[in-house]
């Protein structure tokens, strides 16, 4: 089945710095991939929509400048937390879907801790 | 701003024991996925529905989609530990900009 890598799993590090977090399909290309973040014990809100070639597109209210999004390749999407705060600490979830409007596969998150 | 209320937000049952958990919404969707999350982990999909009245069974899981495509009903029958984790349903919108939209959840917890 397809299969959604997501690295590193869990970070710690101080404010102030920049974190890069990947997300790779593994067995499939994605043209497209979606950044959550999800608070504990809350559902998954969408961050941005990562397109292969193209800008990232971002919901209301994420800081596009805050929130790096990179989709190089067909199968590697990468999100950069600049300047990490404490308040930026979340679990942050890719995924990736081989068609428009197939299923979304999920990668197994990112625990992002900033001191 | 299409939303989905999930219901109910906690669950707490003994193992053996049935339950429902509601996704419900008034807007409508083009298809419905349901995902099972574990602590620390991505949501894992369980089934996706896309017709209408559909019913789809995985198991002891039993999956519905509303006939109007704005609810979805989630059944499990004879819950067993295994069964604990969050419960997610997601709702699929959007043309060229297909995406999904999620519930809050629901937090099962089967107790032996």
């Known amino acids: 089945g397809a299969v959604v890598s997501q690295h590193p799993s869990w970070v710690i590090c101080k404010s102030g710095t920049s974190v890069k977090i990947e997300c790779r399909s593994l067995d499939f290309q994605a043209t497209t991939m979606f950044w959550y973040r999800q608070f504990p014990k809350q559902s998954l809100m969408l961050m941005a929509t990562?397109?292969?070639?193209?800008?990232?597109?971002?919901e209301q209210g994420v800081e596009k400048d805050k929130f790096l999004i990179n989709h190089a390749s067909l199968t590697l999407s990468t999100l950069t937390v600049t300047s990490a705060h404490p308040e930026d600490s979340s679990f942050y979830i890719c995924?990736?879907?081989?068609?428009?409007?197939?299923?979304?596969?999920f990668g197994d998150g990112t625990r992002l801790s900033i001191l | 701003t299409q939303l989905l209320e999930q219901s109910p937000q906690f669950l707490s049952i003994q193992e053996g024991e049935n339950l429902t958990v509601y996704c419900n919404s008034s807007?409508?969707?083009?298809?419905l996925q349901w995902y099972r999350q574990e602590p620390g982990e991505g949501p894992v999909l369980l089934v996706t529905?896309?017709?209408?009245?559909e019913v789809k069974k995985l198991k002891r899981l039993t999956f519905q989609f509303g006939d109007a495509r704005k609810d979805s009903s989630l059944h499990i029958t004879a819950a067993q530990p295994g069964d604990t984790g969050l419960y997610l349903c997601a709702g699929g919108s959007g043309g060229s900009n297909y995406k999904l939209t999620f519930g809050k959840g629901t937090l099962l917890t089967v107790n032996p």
């Open positions: 807007s409508v969707f083009s298809s």
């Open positions: 529905v896309v017709t209408g009245g």
């Open positions: 990562s397109n292969e070639g193209s800008k990232a597109t971002y």
């Open positions: 995924s990736a879907r081989l068609s428009t409007r197939g299923p979304q596969h």
